[in-house]
């Protein structure tokens, strides 16, 4: 059973385009995360939900815009692709407690590529 | 922010060899959590070791141990008996222990290469 799950896995699009990027746990964690890396290989956290609420909103542009309808999903609209959105976007999930060291697990990730 | 720093790039080993890749942080917090992460060419980020800052003992996990030195604030990472499976991108990765906080910070990367 995939326990994080991302679709589509490849996305290829066009500039100007809107695009969306499903995530899916069935671990019953409680947070979720968007990572972005890019094409030198560096990730970095964009959002973070818990509870379906956002906690972290790193300064990623608005036209980034995450969804979570449940605790088990966690989605990322993006409008108006520019050349710079290009990246691997991993979702990962967890469970929030505090001073506990969790493990989030991450999805296999999917890559964007915007032309 | 905390800054995670990874100072090789690129590093290589024989099979059955030891290697040790690097990893230094900044940061003003007294509790947190280090992370190893692996990402061979599927992508796929696989958690190999974890060390909580309150632990003085080091963790290993079979082949994978790691040098934890809070004061100067490094953390590396000792793979022993290097197998070709080991080939990946490596990353270290900091989490605070302040409950408001839970995403990771990581580290730029080293790539390994395993020579057979």
């Known amino acids: 059973d995939t326990a994080v799950s991302q679709t589509p896995k490849y996305l290829v699009t066009q500039m100007g385009n809107d695009k969306s990027i499903k995530c899916e746990q069935n671990?019953?964690?409680?947070?979720m995360y968007w990572y972005k890396q890019d094409s030198k290989k560096f990730l970095k956290i964009m959002f973070s939900?818990?509870?379906?609420?956002?906690?972290i909103n790193e300064t990623v542009p608005n036209r980034f815009s995450p969804k979570s309808p449940d605790k088990a999903h966690l989605n990322l609209h993006i409008n108006s692709l520019e050349l710079g959105d290009s990246a691997v976007y991993f979702c990962a999930s967890s469970l929030w407690t505090s001073g506990e060291s969790d493990e989030q697990y991450f999805g296999p990730g999917t890559r964007l590529t915007v032309t | 922010a905390q800054t995670v720093t990874q100072s090789q790039p690129e590093m290589s080993v024989q099979e059955a060899e030891t290697v040790t890749l690097s990893c230094t942080y900044d940061t003003s917090e007294s509790d947190y959590y280090l992370f190893w992460y692996k990402q061979p060419p599927s992508r796929q980020m696989i958690l190999v070791i974890r060390q909580e800052a309150y632990k003085q003992q080091n963790a290993t996990e079979n082949r994978f141990s790691v040098n934890f030195q809070k004061a100067a604030k490094s953390f590396s990472l000792k793979i022993s008996d290097s197998q070709l499976g080991d080939a990946a991108m490596y990353f270290c990765a900091y989490r605070s222990a302040w409950s408001g906080a839970n995403n990771l910070f990581f580290g730029t990367g080293t790539r390994l290469t395993v020579i057979p």
């Open positions: 939900y818990n509870n379906k609420e956002l906690i």
């Open positions: 671990l019953g964690h409680d947070t």
